[in-house]
């Protein structure tokens, strides 16, 4: 079975400084991996995919996640973090077995302070 | 215009009581799925339906029940509502590997 596992359920970090939020994951299969953001009280909006293509992936706002099979990860970065990226972020498989269904992490809060 | 749109938005309601959301998208898509969304913000997937065909059921309670009158539309209803059952339910529906999400719903069930 397939699994995800957010290893910080909150990151702090001040404006302007780099953003780490880390996720391991678990497969039998090639995974699809994804980073969904979560704002207060809204819907949830994709950043970024893998698909088993470049293991670098760029998303929107300037976020990137690395694919990195030897160490089962797809941590999310960001130079600099900005105000408006504080939210709730989910890392997420896709499950073949399941019919593409999702399958999410516990999330990570990140909050931004000025 | 809105991709996956459900209705209504927030729903209040009394323990016992039959309600349903709705959920509609208009980017032709086959798979259409709901989730809910508990109080520690943990999503999980409830039903998967793929052209008006279910084809994911998890461990989820017979008074819930998913409907789909044509590909576009895939509603749930939930009858005698318990207090566990508040939660935000999010619909979506998937194209190319990458899933679309509706707006959510917040049920609270007092």
């Known amino acids: 079975a397939q699994s995800v596992t957010q290893l910080d359920s909150h990151v702090s970090v001040s404006e302007g400084t780099p953003v780490l939020l880390r996720c391991n994951y678990s497969s039998s299969y090639s995974p699809s991996l994804f980073w969904y953001v979560q704002h207060p009280n809204k819907g949830l909006q994709l950043l970024l995919k893998?698909?088993?293509?470049?293991?670098l992936v760029k998303g929107i706002n300037g976020f990137e996640a690395e694919f990195k099979k030897s160490e089962t990860s797809f941590h999310l970065t960001k130079p600099s973090a900005h105000m408006s990226d504080a939210a709730e972020y989910f890392c997420?498989?896709?499950?073949?077995?399941?019919?593409?269904?999702?399958?999410f992490g516990k999330g990570t809060t990140l909050s931004v302070s000025s | 215009d809105t991709a996956v749109s459900q209705t209504p938005k927030y729903l209040v309601t009394q323990m016992g009581n039959d309600k349903s959301i709705k959920c509609e998208q208009n980017l032709g898509h086959d798979t259409m799925y709901w989730y809910k969304q508990d109080s520690k913000k943990f999503l999980k997937i409830m039903f998967s339906y793929n052209n008006k065909e279910l084809i994911i059921n998890e461990t989820v309670p017979n008074r819930f029940s998913p409907k789909s009158p044509d590909k576009a539309h895939l509603n749930l209803h939930i009858n005698s509502l318990e207090l566990g059952d508040s939660a935000v339910y999010f619909c979506?529906?998937?194209?190319?590997?990458?899933?679309?999400f509706g707006p959510g719903t917040r049920l609270t069930v007092l």
């Open positions: 997420v498989v896709s499950d073949p077995q399941a019919g593409t269904a999702l399958i």
């Open positions: 893998y698909t088993s293509a470049a293991t």
């Open positions: 979506a529906s998937t194209y190319n590997n990458e899933q679309f």
